[in-house]
């Protein structure tokens, strides 16, 4: 066993034989000085050792900034870019009369460009 071990587990030892508060809360030392453990042994080793629930120590890791081992950061993963689909308020309306024939359409930028201009030197 390590020094380290055996004089948090002394300190932890004293501490629940006098307690400090009515309560009988663990003193915050003593956690920031197990979570700072939790990188170089298993919780369930440390947990049993001191005497502490399981799910407490991750816990008291996440309270305390130790190592992000148990830590699981959001992972966040950029998605392509998606074009909507046009909505209405994104169409053209076109009228066109010749030779006594009218034609009447909504059309997409897209499909104006293609209808009527170059696409190199169109822009809507």
């Known amino acids: 066993m390590s020094n380290t071990l055996e004089a948090l587990k002394h300190t932890i030892d004293a501490w629940r034989r006098q307690p400090t508060t009515v309560t009988n809360r663990v003193p915050e030392d003593i956690k920031r000085q197990v979570a700072a453990l939790i990188p170089e042994y298993k919780v369930a ?3 049993q050792y001191f005497g502490f629930g399981e799910s407490t120590l991750p816990k008291w890791q996440r309270q305390y900034g130790a190592d992000q081992q148990y830590v699981s ?13 046009p909505q209405p308020e994104s169409t053209i309306q076109v009228h066109c009369f010749r030779g006594g024939l009218e034609i009447k359409a909504a059309l997409t930028c897209e499909q104006f460009q293609q209808l009527f201009m170059h696409e190199e030197l169109a822009t809507c």
């Open 73 to 85: 950061e959001p992972q966040f993963i950029e998605l392509p870019s998606v074009q909507p689909a």
């Open 45 to 47: 080793f440390l947990a």
